[in-house]
DNA sequence: TTTGAATAGCACACCACCCG
DNA sequence: CGGGTGGTGTGCTATTCAAA
């Protein structure tokens, strides 16, 4: 049991689907979720798909007259929210303490690198008091309390920190796809605090340099000083009302890639066409994990790879150069 | 050195739910 | 019911890289 089980759990279920061919590497990258976790999940966002195109129902264990009561109407059951994340796993106590629960965000793309990310910074941990944050709303943390039952009763369920990972295609649809269920640490080198309120500064001197306007570094210092105060999301993301103007600016976060941030980049040419891969941050948490992992999956291959900025990960590969018959 | 392919960066277009 | 905010993938183009 470590803080992992959920990347863990995904990984081995898909590898299980993969070998009884109930799913292929070009599958969508829903279905390889649900097919494999569907009933770990506290939180599904497109719970219609689920059912009608997966035929998994995300409520065959919840007591339908109860939802009313609990504030999830009718059109929303089997709907698909377009909220963040994808979806979240249930949380599992151990010892006082929760684990798991999990976020799990998809991101299939027909190029080579990851489709941008929209409006949330990639992280490796996330409560569930952010995600409403990030959505306006509170869906989410509503649902996944459902679903938790019990174990949502704790004082800390909302602020508990669960850790992200990010369930990843390139190349779909060609021989060169390749998968991985990549930890968040994988994206997250700088908080993204400071990612915001530098933005800003990039700005401003890109400004003083095309002008070439020559400003005091003495007060150059007082203007990061105040900058470094722009630190909240909701407020950079909001639109704006502008004295006399008739449109209203929206500043959108999106954030893109950067290739070392990419496992499927040329910069990690271990991670080969055609695999499935877990890549986590390396620990003695993950290290522990490889007895486990090799015992359910002896085609598993194990391996470092040093990202740049964050140091060694643990690469857990199955299916190098022999799937793109096998599992296509 | 030229040229063609791949990539990175940005923009587009559209859709869904919440809330007043 | 519509305005506000959030989500998704694809398309275009300039740049970079590699092959001829």
Same mark, same amino acid.
């Given at each position: 049991m470590n803080e992992f089980i959920d990347g863990v759990q995904l990984f081995v279920g898909v590898v299980d689907n993969l070998v009884a061919k109930?799913? @292929?590497?070009? @599958? !969508?990258l829903e279905e390889f979720v649900i097919k494999s976790c569907g009933s770990d999940? !506290?939180?599904?966002?497109?719970r219609r798909d689920a059912k009608?195109?997966?035929? #998994?129902? #995300?409520?065959?264990?919840?007591d339908m007259n109860k939802l009313k009561d609990q504030g999830i109407a009718k059109r929303l059951?089997?709907?698909?929210?377009?909220? #963040? &994340?994808?979806f979240l796993f249930k949380v599992k106590k151990f010892g006082e303490n929760y684990i798991g629960g999990s976020l799990m965000e998809l991101k299939d793309s027909k190029g080579g690198n990851i489709a941008s990310f929209n409006s949330t910074i990639p992280t490796k941990l996330k409560s569930l008091e952010e995600i409403d944050v990030i959505n306006s709303n509170n869906l989410v943390s509503r649902i996944a309390r459902i679903m938790d039952?019990? $174990?949502? $009763?704790?004082?800390g369920y909302l602020k508990f920190e669960r850790r992200c990972f990010y369930l990843v295609r390139t190349?779909? *649809? @060609?021989?060169?796809a390749k998968v991985s269920i990549v930890d968040g640490s994988f994206f997250e080198t700088v908080p993204k605090e400071h990612l915001f309120n530098q933005m800003f500064l990039n700005v401003l001197r890109a400004h003083l340099k095309k002008k070439e306007i020559k400003i005091p570094q003495a007060t150059l210092e007082k203007v990061e000083e105040i900058l470094s105060?722009? %630190?909240?999301q909701t407020l950079i993301a909001s639109s704006q009302i502008i004295e006399k103007a008739s449109v209203r600016p929206r500043l959108r976060i999106m954030a893109e890639v950067h290739p070392e941030g990419n &496992?499927?980049?040329?910069?990690?040419?271990?991670? %080969?066409? *055609?695999s499935f891969n877990l890549i986590l941050e390396s620990s003695p948490q993950t290290r522990k994990l490889e007895e486990e992992i090799c015992e359910h999956i002896p085609k598993v291959e194990v391996f470092s790879i040093i990202h740049k900025r964050n140091g060694e990960h643990i690469v857990f590969q199955f299916g190098k150069g022999m799937q793109l018959t096998e599992y296509m």
């Amino acid at each position: 049991m470590n803080e992992f089980i959920d990347g863990v759990q995904l990984f081995v279920g898909v590898v299980d689907n993969l070998v009884a061919k109930r799913i @292929s590497l070009q @599958s !969508a990258l829903e279905e390889f979720v649900i097919k494999s976790c569907g009933s770990d999940l !506290a939180y599904i966002d497109n719970r219609r798909d689920a059912k009608k195109e997966y035929g #998994f129902d #995300f409520w065959h264990s919840v007591d339908m007259n109860k939802l009313k009561d609990q504030g999830i109407a009718k059109r929303l059951r089997y709907s698909e929210s377009q909220q #963040f &994340p994808d979806f979240l796993f249930k949380v599992k106590k151990f010892g006082e303490n929760y684990i798991g629960g999990s976020l799990m965000e998809l991101k299939d793309s027909k190029g080579g690198n990851i489709a941008s990310f929209n409006s949330t910074i990639p992280t490796k941990l996330k409560s569930l008091e952010e995600i409403d944050v990030i959505n306006s709303n509170n869906l989410v943390s509503r649902i996944a309390r459902i679903m938790d039952g019990k $174990l949502a $009763l704790d004082e800390g369920y909302l602020k508990f920190e669960r850790r992200c990972f990010y369930l990843v295609r390139t190349h779909r *649809g @060609s021989k060169k796809a390749k998968v991985s269920i990549v930890d968040g640490s994988f994206f997250e080198t700088v908080p993204k605090e400071h990612l915001f309120n530098q933005m800003f500064l990039n700005v401003l001197r890109a400004h003083l340099k095309k002008k070439e306007i020559k400003i005091p570094q003495a007060t150059l210092e007082k203007v990061e000083e105040i900058l470094s105060h722009i %630190t909240d999301q909701t407020l950079i993301a909001s639109s704006q009302i502008i004295e006399k103007a008739s449109v209203r600016p929206r500043l959108r976060i999106m954030a893109e890639v950067h290739p070392e941030g990419n &496992p499927h980049s040329k910069s990690y040419p271990e991670i %080969t066409e *055609g695999s499935f891969n877990l890549i986590l941050e390396s620990s003695p948490q993950t290290r522990k994990l490889e007895e486990e992992i090799c015992e359910h999956i002896p085609k598993v291959e194990v391996f470092s790879i040093i990202h740049k900025r964050n140091g060694e990960h643990i690469v857990f590969q199955f299916g190098k150069g022999m799937q793109l018959t096998e599992y296509m």
